[in-house]
């Protein structure tokens, strides 16, 4: 049989050969379908207050501009940034020692004052988280910064997909008619993970 | 430089110059030049950011002062 080491030599050769076109090939595959791909993105917001609402609005309305799929799934506290009205959203100073307390008004030297008051007194004064949101306010839009409504309505218009937490709607006791008619679906865990598997960018805010 | 249109986004902060260039540039047609002139100095990098995503051309992005002057040609 003085035909077999020809043959394992042919063998060789092809396999060698499949397998370096096969890498050339599958690289020009994989960069063409990279650049194609739509990114996309899902967020699960779990955070209820005025401070809290800006980085998953931020970020799933700009990306919704940058022509991104982007799905944002509000769950526990969360659920507060899909009610129809937001103006009863808050920020709290109280035991969050990285927010700066300064006045949006008066002479620059004043501005610059950061008035630390101390826990307990925060705490015993009637009506200090409602004080601080007021100055909050007044600070955003001195500053140019979006309202937390308009920021939604932007990703509402980029397509973003809003999703409620069913379980969490049920354990705080809300109804679908509280929250914003843009919210499609209600969902829970299960649903969200596979969106999550396939997102090119997933983040818990 | 020629423009079709102007967007004032003086005064307005992230994400906002690049949420209202998206959609002034939404109502354009292909090929026309948006002009954006904005104060937020963050604008500079995130328009440079924004038009390579999107794949509209960004023409120019000058700084004159306190304002950052932008053309981006529409895909």
């Given at each position: 049989?003085?035909a077999t080491p020809d ?199 | ?57 960004l023409l120019s992005s ?14």
């Amino acid at each position: 049989m003085g035909a077999t080491p020809d043959t394992d030599v042919i063998d060789a050769l092809i396999r060698q050969r499949v397998d370096e076109i096969l890498s050339q090939k599958l690289e020009e595959k994989l960069a063409e379908l990279k650049a194609n791909k739509t990114p996309s993105m899902t967020i699960i917001a779990t955070k209820g207050t005025l401070d809290w609402a800006y980085p998953p609005f931020i970020l799933a309305s700009t990306a919704g501009a940058l022509g991104w799929d982007v799905s944002v799934f509000f769950t526990f506290y969360g659920l507060q940034l899909l009610r129809k009205d937001l103006s009863d959203l808050k920020i709290s100073p109280l035991g969050n020692p990285g927010m700066p307390m300064k006045m949006p008004f008066g002479p620059g030297w004043f501005k610059g004052i950061n008035w630390n008051i101390p826990n307990a007194v925060q705490a015993i004064i009637p009506g200090f988280e409602s004080f601080a949101t007021t100055l909050m306010k007044q600070t955003i839009h001195n500053n140019g910064v979006a309202g937390v409504e308009e920021l939604r309505d932007a990703c509402v218009e980029g397509g973003v997909n809003l999703i409620g937490c069913q379980m969490t709607v049920d354990l705080f006791g809300f109804t679908h008619e509280d929250f914003i008619p843009e919210v499609k679906e209600y969902c829970g865990a299960a649903t969200f993970l596979p969106m999550a598997k396939d997102a090119d960018v997933t983040l818990f805010i | 430089m020629d423009f079709d249109k102007e967007l004032d986004a003086r005064g307005l902060n992230c994400p906002l110059p690049i949420l209202k260039s998206k959609k002034s540039l939404t109502d354009m047609s292909s090929g026309q030049v948006l002009k954006i002139v904005s104060t937020d100095p963050g604008s500079v990098k995130d328009m440079q950011a924004f038009c390579k995503q999107t794949g509209n051309e960004l023409l120019s992005s000058v700084e004159e002062g306190k304002t950052y002057v932008f053309f981006v040609r529409k895909k």
